[in-house]
């Protein structure tokens, strides 16, 4: 018995120190912001706490614009997504058109050869659509999520039939049908898919680095690039501030929907 | 219209909006860089011109392309098995009975929620020379501060911390799923015949898991060759393209050279890799790595 609580004893140890050691760069980060510059890399328990660090980063750049961006950006990505993907699964669920096969391994391909990957010719798509350097354009190639189809494809199979006909005796149309009985049973999924969209675009870095150049149009990841890279020289207390600034509102969201959150991760990662 | 038209019809106008962006942006580009690749780059009013593989054979004898493709070879079996592995660890523990558990799902996981660019931004206050808390700590057993971004055997190594550091918490979700689906009653059994936990662990747990750790594989692996966003912040894939990864270079060759030719024949090799990927789990799939 007492072998089995040694054994338990050690387990939560190291369980701990992998916890601790996981959220130690964190930890320092939040240190740093919170402190004055003096104290960025000594650990001083008495040392003054203070906000200046955010005041700096703040007035230093104008990181309400890059908010706004990315507001504008994310929710704009995602009513697309929702609308898109959910009209799409719809019709891979329940209607037996010509070439639906085909169809769906063609957007598959999605999955595999993501919009990240083709940045050249999608730079060149968009010079000729004469969309560079804005926000259309940064949210434009994930609008159409192959992802989102394929999770929402699988919710409306599901679907019992039953209730479809039911709806349709009534002389509901299909589009009827998909607002009041499709949609309302796959709001869980749709919740965690709009979950998952968020934190990926608010994060995104590469794409919009690319196709924006100016302040009006960047989101706050390559607004803290920027800033980072030219404005701040190496005065590491501001450009941590910023970091957990523009961080802040995913990882406050996080902390208050944890449960959500992680089971949204979840639910879209299981096929 | 009679009602087999109407299905099809609708059918296809339901579709229609996503599939309208799907081919401008992700099959049109696909077969365009095919096509770009075996072209010239137009350079002011001199257009494209064919030159067949040239572009390919230039790319063969690009020492840098080899490098990159070594690299990220390295990345990618430095920081996937151990993202795995950890990503395992951390969902037995999560999902047992240790204190704190709360606690320590939110310290896995956080780092997932971060956007890469400002785990870059973190970290690389982290590998500061001399001032940083890594030189810090180790300055403590006596080692001397090290520029552990700016020298070449490191600078790789420091990128794929940071990968796994962000990784292992997002995988460790989906064992968590797979692990709560495993019934109770197995551990019970087990424990009646008297079978050791890492007996059952090995014999039992892992085998279930395996279309959990195939899944992550895959999304790995893309990755890995997807994300590059630390690199921008930390390394600009130097010293002497020793942490550039093959996205990376496409991304200079592509929009600091502006070569879009020679870019596009970079792209194609991704393509292929992320193609045969696609092929190889089908392939695997069609095996089903299923116990039930």
């Given amino acids: 018995m007492s072998a089995a609580a040694i054994t338990r004893g050690i387990e939560t140890v190291g369980a701990w120190t992998l916890a601790l050691l996981w959220i130690l760069p964190l930890a320092f980060a939040v240190w740093t912001a919170f402190h004055p510059g003096a104290y960025a890399a000594h650990f001083v328990p008495t040392a003054p706490l203070t906000l200046a660090n955010f005041a700096k980063a703040w007035s230093a750049a104008p990181f309400a614009r890059y908010f706004l961006n990315t507001v504008l950006l994310v929710s704009m990505v995602l009513a697309a997504q929702l609308v898109l993907s959910v009209l799409a699964a719809y019709a891979f669920a329940r209607f037996a058109f010509a070439g639906r096969g085909i169809m769906f391994a063609l957007v598959l391909v999605q999955l595999m050869i993501v919009p990240d990957v083709l940045l050249v010719e999608n730079y060149g798509t968009m010079s000729s659509l004469g969309l560079l350097d804005t926000i259309t354009a940064i949210g434009l190639p994930y609008m159409a999520s192959a992802f989102g189809i394929f999770l929402l494809r699988q919710t409306f199979k599901s679907v019992p039939r039953e209730l479809d006909e039911a709806a349709r005796v009534e002389g509901a149309g299909p589009l009827a049908i998909l607002w009041r009985v499709y949609v309302p049973l796959a709001r869980p999924v749709l919740v965690a898919f709009g979950l998952v969209s968020v934190s990926f675009h608010w994060n995104n870095f590469l794409w919009p680095l690319i196709v924006t150049n100016s302040v009006e149009t960047r989101p706050v990841t390559v607004g803290l690039e920027v800033f980072a890279s030219t404005d701040q020289g190496v005065d590491w207390s501001i450009i941590t501030a910023a970091t957990l600034m523009t961080s802040a509102p995913l990882l406050l969201a996080f902390l208050v929907f944890q449960r959500q959150f992680v089971q949204s991760f979840m639910r879209a990662g299981i096929r | ?292």
Avoid at chain 2, 13 to 22: G, Q, S, Y
Avoid at chain 2, 172 to 194: K, V
């Fill in chain 2, 1 to 292: 219209m009679t009602r087999r038209w109407q299905v099809h019809v609708q059918g296809w106008l339901l579709l229609l909006p996503a599939a309208v962006l799907l081919a401008t942006f992700t099959h049109y580009p696909a077969v365009a860089t095919l096509w770009q690749s075996l072209f010239t780059t137009p350079k002011g009013d001199r257009a494209a011109k064919f030159i067949g593989l040239a572009n390919y054979q230039d790319m063969l004898a690009d020492p840098v392309f080899w490098q990159v493709l070594v690299n990220n070879t390295w990345y990618a079996l430095g920081t996937i098995p151990l993202s795995i592995a950890l990503a395992i660890v951390m969902a037995l523990v999560v999902n047992g009975k240790v204190a704190g558990r709360p606690f320590l799902r939110l310290a896995f996981f956080t780092p997932t929620v971060l956007p890469m660019i400002a785990v870059a931004n973190i970290w690389l206050f982290f590998y500061t020379p001399g001032y940083g808390l890594l030189d810090q700590f180790l300055g403590l057993f006596g080692f001397a501060g090290r520029n552990w971004l700016g020298s070449r055997e490191s600078a790789l190594l420091c990128l794929m911390a940071v990968s796994i550091w962000k990784e292992a918490g997002f995988f460790m979700i989906f064992y968590l799923a797979a692990l709560q689906q495993i019934s109770p009653s197995l551990g019970e059994a087990a424990a009646i015949e008297g079978a050791g936990r890492w007996y059952f662990f090995r014999r039992v747990t892992f085998p279930l898991l395996m279309p959990t750790t195939l899944f992550v594989l895959v999304n790995a692996v893309i990755n890995s060759f997807r994300l590059i966003d630390h690199i921008v912040v930390m390394t600009h894939g130097g010293p002497d393209n020793s942490s550039s990864l093959l996205l990376y270079y496409i991304f200079e060759v592509g929009f600091k050279y502006w070569d879009s030719a020679y870019a596009a024949a970079l792209t194609m090799v991704l393509l292929l890799i992320l193609g045969g990927l696609a092929l190889l789990q089908f392939l695997i799939l069609e095996r089903r790595v299923h116990y039930q």
